[in-house]
């Protein structure tokens, strides 16, 4: 069975980084396009960035251009998104997203948190 799992959360000061992971398992994560979604309480979840199976090409929200990379490693099954010039807009919480056989599998999602 399908599964993802976000790690690397935290609570940061404005200004600062963080590195979040997704790992895939049941499944080959290396043949799929893998997006970071995030999500504040009683809103939609918002994309923030996309790769495509075999990381030649990344995709970004406007509002995370210059601040986030997104990378892979499909040797350890795991997706990144390094997040850099943190601000308090970027508190959420932040989820992986593959399409396998045409379902969307989630993983659980990791709290982001800036604050001072």
């Known amino acids: 069975q399908a599964h993802l799992v976000e790690s690397g959360g935290g609570l940061v000061q404005p200004g600062g980084s963080l590195r979040l992971s997704c790992t895939a398992s049941?499944?080959?994560?290396?043949?799929?396009?893998v997006s970071w979604y995030r999500q504040l309480p009683g809103k939609e979840r918002e994309l923030v960035a996309s790769?495509?199976?075999?990381?030649?090409?990344?995709n970004y929200a406007d509002s995370v251009k210059g601040r986030f990379i997104i990378s892979r490693d499909n040797a350890k099954s795991t997706v990144y998104l390094q997040m850099d010039s943190l601000k308090p807009d970027d508190t959420a919480v932040y989820l992986c997203?593959?399409?396998?056989?045409?379902?969307?599998?989630w993983g659980q999602g990791t709290q982001v948190t800036v604050s001072p």
């Open positions: 997203k593959v399409p396998v056989d045409y379902v969307n599998v």
């Open positions: 049941g499944f080959s994560i290396s043949r799929h396009v």
């Open positions: 790769i495509t199976a075999t990381g030649d090409s990344t």
